[in-house]
């Protein structure tokens, strides 16, 4: 029979027989006979699958099965490793199964290990409904659980376009299901759990039609910490759960007793039509000890513990609407004590947590809730879930302040002070969800401690697609904060704040030092903008903006015209690093800092940053209404903080490299150059720098063991050591040369409003100085001496001096005492040996006083004008006699505010005859005509003597518009001769300085 290309039909008539349909030829064709047995078709069935299980008995009994067939057609549909070895027809025994991961390697854990599986199957007929798998029978199950047990979803899709669709029609399900000794291995977050002693039965009636009993008598859990060796057990414990899937419906209940960790009793019900429908009822649900805490760690995003929790009783019943759960009853009670979130020593909340919510019969479906924390915080609210909408309204009011800061993390009870909040009167929140999203409108109102009072009001949406935006505004009087964040899971969130019209007197109250707000004045402006994006460091830009910023006491001048700071940061993604830092803060023209380079560990430290500053000080003064003061200054510094309760800059160097008040400054292209560490604290606003270096050239040093600045002014702990030589003064050309050094030891230093306090020590060794223009020379001076600065300068101190030399005037001082008393300093007696007689001069200084005047009074006694002819040399006159007289003067740095001096010789007075004859001359001239007459005449007068006798010389001196200015008379029986005479200082200063000079080359 020839046949080609058909189809094979068994024959109605007799099932033995098969016909081929559909081909160019046919032996006979069942189309041609409607009436062909039904028993035939069944035979031929049957001998069919028949030949099928021939075939599939003997790929079984030739091992191509386990080792061939079923690894390939599951790695490729399922993409997991299966193995097994088998034994048996029925029951049908596979031992050691195994299913694993294909990727993963030859010695990781399978993901499901069987000892022994038994399957229990029969052939049934095609019209009798049986199911070839009658029971399924599992002892020593092993399932191991990882994160990365499971293949990928672009594995799996890869997988899936490789392979094709593949499902197990309902006829292969097997009607029972029953395991022993099942072991459940959880690996995640670095922690093992394991869980044994599990059973289980499951009977499938169908797919709409199941039972399933899930238990252990003796339950035994343990699980190993993350970094531990030795594994934490559970008691031994007890667990039923049965469940029943019928009619889309599910009933169960769940019976859990571990004793000192969870015990639970629940009943749930649940029902998909007409609407899914949920009946949930929890008798008890108490869990007890560390234990719980422990488990859960490794699954939280921050760890809890906790004494005990109870959350029963529970009655709950809802229907699922529009997307939405509307329920219908509701009644719930959770207990917790001791809760500590997150680790111990940072934990962002500790204590004890109580909730309670009932729906009241006759309320629709509002139900009343309760929370109670353990610090006086209380909240409050209802929660209404129906017609595909939930809403959740909470509202407090009265919470203490120490009720607010209770909720403060440990990590930032530090920061507390910083909180200026007195209590929160009122706070209300309303949040509103459906299908689509959800919406948070909420508003605060708090009393401060500062002059005002802060309400804030919030909103904001979110979609649950993965989008949102919220929005928050705080106001305190005129001055208000807003806040804009936007929202996406997928990409991250922003927050942008904006400061506006803030006034410094009211933000003092968030400092927690003792500073006077009331004396600050300025408007703040501003906004920061945090971006957080998922996989990528976190940045923070802010710029902010100070104006008509003052201050009465440091600022009388009046207020900087603008204070601007901007910075620029970026964090690690969970902001626990920072990468850097960059910003800048200007005021004016005054000054400018920059702040550079930042990283470092936000929560255990430090943070550090480059500093960089410059000021200028002339507008320094300006601000400080101290016009005279001028010159420039620069600081380098290494900035770090640990806390943010105390700011370091170490090292910290600041040069200046200008400086001068009025008339005073540093010498120039000289740089005053000062090395320290400061530290600025928070806590009561004071800055503090020690131990301090300041250099000045190369001779000036001077060193504090520190200095500290707070409210009640600068103070010094130690002693202030200066010394330095003469060379700051010969470069100020306050001398013309130096030999020796000085010293000054300062302490209990301290400056207030009262002024300097404190005790002063100096000391003045010198071998020789020149003052300017060599107008006077000292040799062998040395002083020393012990001042108290406060209430008004007080002390004494001692000096002596080997010689002076003045215009070639030679002077010897007897040792002397300098006395500090009320501000002055004074020389009582000063006795100088000069030119053979005696001058005892009386000194009067005043340090404190404006221009620092010098007042100098003396008497002379007993001065031979011999000696000063032969010492001094003056040109062309030539002198005798014993001089007697006083002389007084007032002198400051720049000039001769007084003078006047009187001298008087009545004893062997004489000038040489040339030097009369050209005063009379100079006198008279104008007078007389005739030279020659007038030569007799003062020859006659004169005689020839070389020196003229005179009975009586009187010299008066004074100061007349900054002129010195007098008369010199010269008496005799017969000549009486008056001279007057007027020079300016600066001229006779030269004169004696040439003079000096003339002398010293002598």
Not at 437 to 449: R, V
Not at 926 to 947: E, N, P, W
């Amino acid at each position: 029979m020839k046949r080609s290309g058909g189809n094979a039909v068994v024959s109605k008539e007799d099932p033995s027989t098969i016909h081929i349909v559909g081909g160019a030829e046919a032996a006979q064709s069942p189309e041609s006979d409607p009436a062909v047995p039904a028993k035939k078709t069944r035979k031929g069935c049957l001998l069919l699958l028949l030949l099928l299980l021939l075939v599939f008995l003997a790929l079984l009994f030739s091992g191509l099965v386990e080792e061939k067939l079923v690894p390939s057609l599951s790695e490729r549909m399922t993409g997991y490793r299966v193995s097994f070895e088998r034994s048996g027809i029925n029951p049908l025994c596979l031992n050691r199964l195994t299913v694993q991961l294909k990727d993963e390697g030859e010695y990781s854990p399978p993901l499901l290990a069987i000892e022994s599986l038994q399957i229990h199957w029969t052939l049934p007929l095609p019209s009798s409904g049986m199911r070839p798998l009658q029971e399924i029978v599992a002892d020593h199950i092993t399932v191991n659980l990882q994160d990365h047990a499971f293949p990928s979803a672009e594995t799996r899709d890869h997988d899936s376009e490789k392979s094709s669709s593949f499902s197990l029609p309902p006829f292969v399900l097997p009607r029972k299901v029953r395991f022993e000794n099942l072991s459940l291995h959880l690996d995640r977050a670095g922690a093992h759990t394991r869980l044994q002693g599990l059973r289980g039965t499951f009977e499938l009636e169908s797919l709409e039609e199941l039972t399933a009993v899930l238990g252990g008598d003796h339950l035994q859990a343990a699980w190993f910490p993350d970094g531990e060796e030795e594994p934490t057990s559970f008691p031994e414990g007890f667990m039923e759960a049965r469940m029943h899937w019928s009619e889309r419906k599910l009933t169960g209940e769940v019976s859990l007793d571990l004793p000192g960790f969870l015990n639970v009793q629940s009943q749930l019900r649940l029902a998909l039509d007409p609407v899914p429908t949920l009946t949930l009822t929890v008798e008890d649900c108490a869990a007890e000890g560390p234990l719980p805490g422990e488990f859960l760690a490794p699954f939280l995003p921050l760890p809890v513990s906790f004494t005990s929790l109870r959350a029963a009783p529970l009655s709950l019943e809802a229907k699922l609407v529009e997307g939405m759960p509307a329920f219908e009853e509701l009644s719930f009670d959770l207990v917790c004590t001791d809760l500590t979130v997150g680790l111990e020593e940072e934990a962002w909340y500790r204590g004890d947590v109580t909730l309670s919510t009932l729906m009241e019969p006759g309320e629709g479906q509002l139900a009343r809730w309760t929370l109670q924390l353990n610090r006086q915080q209380k909240l409050e609210g209802t929660l209404q879930a129906g017609a595909g909408l939930i809403q959740v309204h909470a509202g407090g009011e009265d919470w203490p302040r120490e009720a607010l800061l209770a909720l403060l993390p440990a990590s930032y009870k530090d920061y507390d002070s910083f909180l200026p909040v007195e209590a929160l009167k009122n706070f209300s929140c309303h949040l509103q969800a459906d299908s689509s999203g959800m919406h948070l409108d909420g508003k605060l109102n708090a009393a401060t401690t500062a002059p005002f009072s802060l309400t804030a009001h919030f909103q904001g949406e979110y979609e649950w697609a993965g989008t949102g935006n919220f929005s928050a505004t705080l106001k305190a009087d005129k001055a208000s904060l807003g806040a804009q964040a936007d929202l996406d899971p997928l990409t991250g969130f922003s927050v942008r704040s904006e400061w506006k019209d803030w006034p410094l007197s009211d933000l003092i109250a968030f400092i927690p030092a003792d500073v006077d707000g009331s004396v600050l004045d300025g408007l703040l402006t501003g906004q920061v903008v945090l971006t957080k994006e998922i996989g990528k460091n976190s940045a923070v830009k802010g710029r902010l903006h100070i104006t008509d910023f003052s201050h009465d006491s440091f600022l009388p001048g009046g207020p900087l015209a603008e204070l601007s700071a901007e910075a620029t940061a970026f964090f690690s993604e969970d902001f626990s690093l920072l990468h850097s830092l960059q910003g800048s803060i200007e005021g004016a023209e005054v000054f400018s800092l920059s702040l550079t380079g930042g990283q470092g560990d936000l929560k255990q430290g430090p943070i550090k940053a480059a500093l960089q500053a410059e000021v200028d000080l002339l507008e320094v003064g300006t601000v400080l209404d101290k016009p005279e003061l001028w010159g420039s200054a620069r600081c380098e510094a290494s900035f770090s903080t640990t806390g943010w309760r105390e700011l370091l800059l170490d090292p910290c160097v600041l040069t200046v490299e200008s400086l001068g008040y009025g008339d005073y400054s540093l010498p120039y292209g000289e740089e005053l150059i000062l090395q320290s560490p400061a530290r600025l604290s928070l806590s009561d606003f004071s800055v503090s720098a020690g131990p301090v270096e300041a250099t000045l050239g190369e001779t000036t040093r001077l060193h504090s063991d520190e200095l500290l600045l707070h409210s009640a002014g600068l103070a010094a702990e130690g002693k202030i050591s200066f010394s330095s030589d003469f060379s700051p003064l010969v470069a100020k050309q306050w001398l013309d040369d130096g030999d020796g050094n000085f010293s000054v030891q300062v302490e209990d230093f301290l400056l207030n409003e009262e002024g300097l306090q404190g005790t002063v020590s100096f000391s003045l060794p010198s071998a020789s100085l020149t003052f300017p223009q060599s107008l006077a020379q000292l040799t062998g001076l040395s002083a020393e001496g012990h001042l108290a600065l406060a209430p008004s300068l007080s002390g004494e101190a001692s000096f002596s001096l080997e010689e002076g030399r003045a215009a070639g005037i030679t002077v010897q001082a007897a040792p002397a005492r300098l006395i500090f008393q009320e501000g002055i300093a004074t020389i009582e007696t000063l006795r100088l040996g000069l030119l053979g007689g005696r001058l005892d001069l009386s000194l009067q200084w005043e340090p404190q006083a404006s221009h620092m005047p010098l007042t100098l009074r003396s008497t002379l006694d007993h001065i031979d004008l011999g000696v000063f002819t032969e010492e001094f040399k003056p040109s062309s006159l030539v002198l005798t006699g014993i001089v007697r007289g006083e002389v007084s003067c007032v002198l400051t740095p720049t000039r001769l505010r007084e003078f006047n001096l009187m001298l008087e010789s009545t004893e062997n007075f004489s000038m040489n005859r040339d030097m009369v004859e050209q005063l009379l001359l100079n006198q008279y001239m104008d007078d007389v005509t005739g030279g020659r007459q007038m030569g007799r005449m003062i020859q006659s007068v004169l005689g020839k003597k070389a020196q003229t006798a005179f009975d009586c010389a009187r010299l008066t001196l004074g100061l007349e518009e900054e002129r010195i200015a007098g008369v010199a008379l010269l008496e005799s029986k017969s000549l009486n001769l008056t001279v007057d005479i007027k020079a300016d200082p600066p001229a006779l200063l030269e004169a004696l300085r040439v003079r000096q000079e003339q002398s010293g080359g002598q």
